[in-house]
């Protein structure tokens, strides 16, 4: 029997069941070696890991992969969560109770009293007064967490509240992070309005890119490197494409016509490398021709 917003005794249990394994696993004496030597830090390799499988199985359309992922990504969060209660810390109840307020806080259109009564009732609102809702909260949300981390003595208010671009994480990769930097700033009117300026921009960078190979300036050259792709991002943002999602389809496009021209050289028993560049070029217009 599937899960509805009012039957979820079943997930409940299966969680509960799932924390009490994670406990066990850490138990002092009875545990589990390698699941005692871990800590927060020397899981986010794995936590990284898990996230990209995610993906992976979405990308190949495979169901049951996808869930053998999701699970798998679900314990790192209970792993987290476990070695935080160890320590005095949060738990997964609180995980769990944070990302429900702020569902219920970032809805208001959906539950206007900010709690599950209100489900139901009419909302008169179009979806860009939503998106204009929902960064508003975001942004008293982001000023409220700068308020606690201060209280707590986990960061100052003078290097804290001095950008919009505040709290994006460095840690995220670096085209995810570019298009949240982009995006941020856009909010405050620092963005074009048309495609056409943008394009220009990446012209522009590609320009700068090649005058600095032309006097060997290699650092220089790296430089503009990463103004060509952080436009790149700034195109990709401006045609609503995620640039991410773009890019791991160019590798799957570049993977499968590569593959094709192996295999095509594998029948006429010749080898990548006995053959000229424009061989292999003439062979991977004939995969792009081919649909790949």
Known sequence: MQDSP?????A?????KLLQVMAMLRHPKHGCP????QSINSLVPFTIEEVYEVVDAIERKDMVDFEDELGDLLFQIVFYTQL???DGG???ADVAHTVTNKLLRRHPHVFSDGTTDSFGELAELSSEEVVSNWEAIKQQEREDKRARQIAAGQSSEE???SSVLDDIPRALPALE?????QKRAARVGFDWHEMAPVIAKMREELDEFEQALVQGDHAKAESELGDVFFSAVNLARHYKTEPEVALRQANLKFEARFKWIESKLKDEARALEDCSLEELD???????????
Do not use: C, M, P, V
Not at 6 to 10: M, R, T, V
């Open 6 to 10: 009012g039957n979820n005794l079943g």
């Open 12 to 16: 409940a249990a299966a969680i509960d």
């Open 34 to 37: 390698w699941d005692l030597e």
């Open 84 to 86: 935080t209660r160890e």
């Open 90 to 92: 949060f738990g997964f």
């Open 159 to 161: 290097t804290d509240a």
């Open 177 to 181: 992070r570019a298009r949240k930097l």
């Open 282 to 292: 003439s062979l991977w217009n004939q995969a792009k021709a081919n649909g790949l």
